[in-house]
């Protein structure tokens, strides 16, 4: 069964470093998201992306932030100075139409910002 | 705006004894909604989900959830629970432009 998988796991890091968390969509969809999840909170949206382009985005979703498709498989989140509070677990999501049709989710990578 | 509440953060229940977990929505329109789950270090797992058909939505595992629109919830339910099913569960509203919404999720904890 096709599934979205995200690299790397678990991702340590100094504050003001870049991150880039990786994933690779189910291989037919069209629509790709960011979510994020705070320990201890709910699961907030960040962004959408559809056709090369940023469909939707969350005022989480500020400048430091970054998404893009490099190529025809991976979907990454880039986060330029990382702060304290960017610690969180972050999931992709990938679907293949959109408005009300289910989302599939990596299983989440945990970022640690120190 | 949408929004989700999931009135029970932790839920315990017997080994084949049914199980309930709430969920009220708030939404502008007609929502679409969707029941989630997830284990242990595994992603988020569409157990369900209402697009205005039938109310009474039936999912994977034996699950399944009833739409009512007059008390805005979205309520899910099994007969019987399995050790397997111990995990996270997250009620999920869905906006227009395809946002997802979460509710802070419940807990299940299965006791044999």
């Known amino acids: 069964e096709p599934e979205v998988t995200q690299t790397p796991s678990h991702q340590v890091t100094q504050m003001g470093q870049e991150v880039i968390l990786r994933c690779v969509p189910i291989?037919?969809?069209?629509?790709f998201y960011w979510y994020r999840q705070i320990l201890g909170q709910k699961v907030e949206f960040l962004v959408s992306?559809?056709?090369?382009?940023?469909?939707?985005k969350s005022e989480i979703f500020d400048d430091q932030f970054s998404v893009e498709r490099p190529d025809g498989s991976n979907f990454t989140l880039k986060i330029r100075s990382t702060k304290l509070e960017d610690s969180a677990m972050y999931f992709c999501?990938?679907?293949?139409?959109?408005?009300?049709?289910?989302?599939?989710f990596g299983p989440g990578t945990r970022l640690t910002v120190l | 705006a949408q929004s989700v509440t999931q009135l029970d953060s932790h839920v315990s229940v017997s080994e084949g004894t049914p199980v309930l977990l709430r969920c009220n929505y708030s939404s502008s329109y007609s929502p679409s909604l969707f029941w989630y789950v997830q284990h242990p270090n595994k992603g988020l797992q569409l157990l369900l989900k209402y697009t205005s058909a039938a109310t009474l939505v039936k999912g994977i595992n034996g699950f399944e959830a009833e739409f009512k629109k007059s008390e805005t919830s979205f309520h899910l339910t099994k007969p019987s629970a399995h050790m397997s099913d111990a995990a996270e569960y997250f009620c999920?509203?869905?906006?227009?432009?395809?946002?997802?919404?979460f509710g802070t999720g419940t807990s299940l904890t299965v006791i044999p």
């Open positions: 999920v509203v869905s906006s227009l432009g395809n946002q997802f919404y």
């Open positions: 999501a990938s679907s293949d139409w959109w408005a009300a049709n289910e989302q599939f």
């Open positions: 992306f559809y056709n090369n382009e940023i469909s939707e």
């Open positions: 291989s037919n969809h069209l629509y």
